[in-house]
């Protein structure tokens, strides 16, 4: 996760040792989750196709580690017309910055909705982990559109591989409206980066789902 170590730092091999394990964990829980939620998967899959058209799984076009594009999946929480729609709704972003978020927004399915304040709609990026595009904590990804905005500073966030839950999701997202200060907690992040940083917020992402304070 750190870089620019000097030749001979001998935080490096330490910094390795940690990336791996790292890895490791994000290989093990990911593959678990894949396997003992797979009837969780089902429901939501029959839910979702019994109450609006579209398919079950959204295609979700993100940037991951070093400005790479890489597509994830989600499951559908929005009328098949999302995207098309969106330009409407940009006049009523809540968010300062390139990226677009919007409590109310109508193109949410009523059952999207449920999904999302729970995070269920997340639970298929765990293939991704599983993968290696994407970690259990790190950096929120940006869209591959929003990316395109972003100014050099902004783009620090995905010097990193960028994660299901970070610092901004388990500190008051829904309070957080400038982009700026969401990139100050990813960069906080990346600087004080470590096992036990990722455990503490694995450990605040927990509450935070089963109380319903997802998006």
């Given at each position: 996760m750190r870089t620019g170590n000097p030749p001979g730092d001998p935080?490096?091999?330490?910094?390795?040792?940690?990336?791996?394990?790292?890895?490791?964990i994000d290989i093990t829980v990911s593959a678990a989750g894949l396997l003992f939620l797979a009837p969780l998967f089902?429901?939501?899959?029959?839910a979702i196709k019994l109450t609006s058209e579209g398919p079950i799984f959204y295609r979700w076009r993100i940037v991951g580690e070093g400005?790479?594009?890489?597509?994830?999946?989600?499951?559908?929480?929005?009328?098949?017309?999302?995207?098309?729609?969106?330009?409407?709704?940009?006049?009523?972003?809540?968010?300062?910055?390139?990226?677009?978020?919007m409590t109310a927004d109508p193109r949410i399915t009523p059952l999207g909705r449920w999904l999302r304040r729970y995070s269920l709609d997340e639970l298929?990026?765990?293939?991704?982990?599983?993968?290696?595009?994407?970690?259990?904590?790190?950096?929120?990804?940006?869209?591959?559109?929003?990316?395109?905005?972003?100014t050099d500073w902004h783009k620090q966030k995905v010097s990193?591989?960028?994660?299901?839950?970070?610092?901004?999701?388990?500190?008051?997202?829904?309070?957080?409206?400038?982009?700026?200060?969401?990139?100050?907690l990813d960069l906080k992040y990346i600087r004080e980066w470590s096992l036990a940083l990722d455990f503490k917020i694995l450990l605040k992402t927990i509450p935070a789902v089963i109380l319903g304070k997802g998006k």
């Amino acid at each position: 996760m750190r870089t620019g170590n000097p030749p001979g730092d001998p935080t490096i091999g330490k910094d390795q040792l940690s990336c791996r394990i790292k890895r490791i964990i994000d290989i093990t829980v990911s593959a678990a989750g894949l396997l003992f939620l797979a009837p969780l998967f089902a429901l939501v899959s029959l839910a979702i196709k019994l109450t609006s058209e579209g398919p079950i799984f959204y295609r979700w076009r993100i940037v991951g580690e070093g400005g790479r594009p890489i597509t994830s999946y989600k499951f559908r929480t929005m009328y098949q017309d999302a995207d098309e729609r969106k330009a409407e709704l940009l006049a009523l972003n809540e968010m300062n910055g390139p990226v677009f978020k919007m409590t109310a927004d109508p193109r949410i399915t009523p059952l999207g909705r449920w999904l999302r304040r729970y995070s269920l709609d997340e639970l298929p990026q765990l293939w991704s982990v599983l993968k290696g595009d994407l970690s259990l904590v790190g950096p929120r990804p940006p869209l591959q559109s929003e990316y395109e905005h972003f100014t050099d500073w902004h783009k620090q966030k995905v010097s990193v591989k960028p994660g299901l839950t970070c610092l901004w999701q388990v500190n008051g997202r829904n309070a957080i409206s400038s982009f700026d200060d969401w990139v100050r907690l990813d960069l906080k992040y990346i600087r004080e980066w470590s096992l036990a940083l990722d455990f503490k917020i694995l450990l605040k992402t927990i509450p935070a789902v089963i109380l319903g304070k997802g998006k």
